[in-house]
């Protein structure tokens, strides 16, 4: 929010440098980001002097040139060329010398230099309203007046005003500070605690009176909780035109560009006091009547910006007899607009429901100066304030009659917010003991009515200004901000209570896993939860009826709370490979909601997703895609780091996994993870091959808490391996082989591996080979050859017995 600082000296009497100023901004809350300087004129005229025309004939070597004599003061005569219709002998005229800065249209600069033009020294610049910044016009040079002396800097002529404009970084819970008055109000109550008393001066409305009741046009509010507070009143007989200087000055120096008088005064008075108004053009007004309310679902509406819209029943909308006018807080129409032609007009200054406002606004997706400061809470008291002043600004600049008495329809007047203070608890918060005629002295300089004082605190009446201001807690940190954070002193003794947590802590079991998986070449993911409703239909296991709305969606492609992080995982590979990153290994930690009819449940989750080469593109790597059991063997690894064991697979299919495997314990089912149909892919815009594994992170923390690890010494003694080459039938599974040789030698057998299968020639019709390598190791003694082979045919007899197997 920018604040410019010779406005706020129209409320106050400032003491201050800009700078300092700035600083007492920062200290009481409202934080100065940035101070710019501005010139009514850019560049301040600096370089231009009036300079006397002795003489013009045209350019020898050009027709539409003239080669002139300018007197500059102090005798210096210079030749400028000029092209300009209008320059003639014996005129006065801007001059622009060597080294003067200009700026075109876009503001950008540019330097006068000594030059040539078609042959002929130029020396300077002849200069035309709209080079100095003084007009529009462009047709020719600027003629001053004729009794100007030659040499005197035009800036002393004109009136440019010098102003330092704030960049103020507005928390949303300062509505009270989204004006000119409400950052001076705060100023008064920090130079008072620098024992700096000063008046604060607020706009007359004494003045305001009633001209004749000619032209009254009548208000009805349907729907007065949407509208607590509306007022309205005529105008009539006035002119619209362009604004006075010293008014197009102050929207300039805040970012705004001057329109004529009637726009320019409602943004001034916004930006002055905080209260959004509305000027409807009266002639416009079908039947003479004003109706606030709701209209049906799907009526069109032309707003301003000459966009068609639809309105939602729940839209409040300011209507006359016959259509829409404008959206209630928001966004004037296209038919009711003050034009050039306008002379009788319908202010509106009214209060509108906060919750109703920003709804509509995003719903709309239109943010307007009015509904920044409707959504956050004005204040409902100053409406009629705001209205007598704008009126009276109106018969100042634009001419006029008041034809009506103000209407001012106020349903229930807000009551302003009570809070009961305790001095132990300000004491408590703040760190420090505060003496209780400074925390009174603090809370008038906010205007916070002190009603009675007690030996434990004080009833208060917060003005209705501070909506943000409801307890005990609000009311400590006005206290706080004011008085001044740097003043709080830093006690010598530090304390602190250590907290028991155990190893299962979910973030250190987050922190294990994410470190490993860094280790193994993932990057890590975060997704916003909000996503696409449509997202849900691309698979059968998520239903609609589960999604969790948001009432009020930014929106449609933000709609519902994620029931997978499948998606979002998929939007992170299709943005990637848009941008040639194609090799990507993701995972992410994160929540899905879901709404069943039991109630609403969050469940944690960890995703993986590969897509791409597994390793950077080499010639030593020939296949080097991101495999099924690339992804297994991750898994694997995660499981084997949580100390989870014991694990059962089973294969699975669904709409989303063309081929899949579900990992358990017991009946938890901890992962499922599989290759991901090419239908699912196809929406996302992805060719090549993605593999995705979801863990149920919940069930993964209360597995591991049921783990008993057991740790034993590294075995002294060698390992001796053993293999064999099985030609088995091609429904035999290799997870088959495995059981039978952990069940036939629990003791001795360390682990089994499958390292070669082979279908093809030679073999008869239905079968494989597997070769499969035993390993044995005795943890007190050395294996004996012997032993092994006992070993060995015990294994031979139960594959041929149970598995049909031959010895190859």
């Not at 001034?268 to 509305?278: A, C, D, N, S």
């Not at 014991?646 to 599989?674: C, H, R, T």
């Not at 239905?766 to 015990?794: E, H, I, P």
Request: aromatic share 8%; hydrophobic share 35%; proline share 3%.
């Amino acid at each position: 929010m920018k604040i410019s600082y010779n406005w706020l000296k129209q409320f106050i009497k400032l003491p201050n440098t800009p700078e300092e100023t700035g600083h007492l901004l920062t200290d009481l809350g409202l934080e100065v980001e940035g101070i710019k300087d501005f010139q009514s004129i850019k560049g301040g005229l600096q370089g231009i002097v009036v300079g006397h025309v002795k003489s013009c004939i045209s350019h020898p070597n050009a027709d539409k040139l003239q080669l002139c004599k300018i007197d500059v003061g102090n005798g210096e005569v210079l030749q400028i060329v000029c092209g300009a219709p209008n320059i003639a002998e014996g005129q006065k005229v801007p001059v622009a010398t060597i080294g003067t800065t200009l700026y075109d249209e876009k503001g950008e600069s540019f330097v006068i230099k000594k030059g040539k033009i078609r042959g002929e020294a130029s020396e300077g610049m002849v200069c035309s309203e709209k080079e100095l910044g003084l007009g529009t016009s462009h047709e020719g040079i600027m003629v001053m007046k004729a009794d100007l002396i030659p040499g005197k800097p035009v800036s002393e002529i004109f009136d440019i005003e010098n102003d330092h404009v704030f960049e103020i970084g507005l928390t949303p819970n300062r509505a009270d500070a989204m004006s000119h008055w409400g950052v001076a109000r705060d100023l008064k109550a920090g130079y008072q605690q620098q024992d700096i008393s000063l008046e604060l001066i607020t706009p007359s409305v004494g003045a305001f009176h009633v001209d004749s009741r000619s032209f009254r046009i009548p208000i009805k509010v349907e729907n007065s909780a949407l509208a607590p507070r509306y007022c309205g009143i005529t105008v009539s007989g006035i002119q619209v035109k362009e604004s006075p200087k010293w008014l197009q000055n102050r929207l300039k120096a805040i970012g705004i560009n001057s329109k004529n008088n009637l726009v320019d005064i409602s943004n001034y008075v916004m930006h002055e006091l905080g209260q959004p108004l509305h000027f409807f053009d009266a002639e416009k007004i079908a039947g003479d009547e004003i109706n606030v309310k709701t209209l049906p679902k799907g009526t069109k509406f032309t707003t301003l910006d000459e966009v068609e819209r639809e309105l939602h029943e729940e839209d409040l909308v300011i209507c006359d007899a016959e259509k829409p006018l404008a959206l209630a807080g928001i966004f004037g129409g296209l038919h009711s607009a003050v034009s050039k032609d306008t002379t009788k007009i319908f202010i509106e200054s009214a209060y509108f429901n906060p919750v109703s406002v920003r709804k509509s606004a995003k719903r709309h997706g239109l943010n307007t100066d009015a509904s920044f400061r409707y959504e956050r809470g004005i204040d409902p008291n100053i409406t009629e304030y705001a209205l007598k002043r704008a009126a009276l600004l109106i018969l100042d600049l634009a001419g006029g009659e008041i034809t009506s008495d103000i209407d001012d329809l106020y349903f229930k007047k807000f009551e302003d917010f009570q809070v009961f203070l305790t001095f132990e608890k300000v004491n408590k918060l703040i760190g420090q003991n505060l003496a209780e005629e400074t925390i009174k002295s603090i809370l008038a300089s906010l205007e916070i009515r002190v009603n009675n004082v007690t030996e434990t605190g004080m009833g208060l009446t917060i003005p209705s200004y501070r909506v943000d201001v409801q307890r005990e807690a609000d009311v400590i940190e006005e206290i706080l901000r004011v008085y001044g954070y740097n003043k709080i002193e830093f006690g010598t003794k530090f304390n602190a209570s250590i907290a028991n947590s155990t190893k299962f802590e979910d973030y250190k079991l987050q922190n294990h896993v994410a470190n490993q998986l860094v280790g193994q070449g993932f990057y890590e993911t975060m997704a916003n939860s909000l996503t696409s409703a449509v997202y849900t239909r691309l698979t059968e296991n998520l239903k609609e009826e589960n999604d969790v709305k948001i009432l009020n969606p930014l929106s449609q492609d933000l709609s519902v709370m994620r029931q997978s992080l499948l998606f979002s995982g998929l939007e992170a590979i299709s943005y990637n490979i848009n941008r040639k990153r194609t090799d990507l290994k993701l995972f992410e930690f994160g929540k899905t909601y879901h709404n069943y009819p039991g109630g609403r449940e969050e469940t944690k989750h960890l995703s993986l997703i590969v897509s791409g080469n597994r390793f950077p593109e080499s010639w030593s790597f020939s296949k080097n895609g991101g495999s099924f059991f690339f992804m297994k063997g991750i898994i694997s690894s995660v499981f084997e780091r949580l100390g989870i064991k014991d694990l059962k697979s089973a294969a699975f299919k669904s709409d989303v996994f063309s081929e899949g495997l579900i990992l358990s314990l017991g009946k938890s089912k901890l992962v499922e993870f599989g290759v991901l149909k090419k239908s699912v892919l196809k929406h996302f815009d992805i060719a090549q091959e993605v593999i995705y594994a979801d863990f149920n992170w919940d069930l993964i923390i209360e597995t591991t808490k049921s783990q008993k690890n057991k740790f034993t010494d590294i075995p002294k003694f060698p390992a001796v391996r053993r293999d064999f080459a099985l030609l088995l039938d091609d429904s035999v599974m290799y997870r088959q082989v495995e059981e039978i040789a952990q069940q036939t030698e629990k003791k001795l057998l360390k682990s089994v591996s499958l390292f070669d299968v082979y279908q093809g020639n030679n073999l008869p019709e239905g079968k494989k080979s597997y070769a499969v390598s035993f390993t044995f190791q005795d943890d007190y003694k050395t294996l004996t050859d012997k032993q092994v082979d006992k070993v060995m045919k015990k294994l031979k007899h139960r594959f041929e017995e149970e598995l049909k197997a031959e010895l190859r």
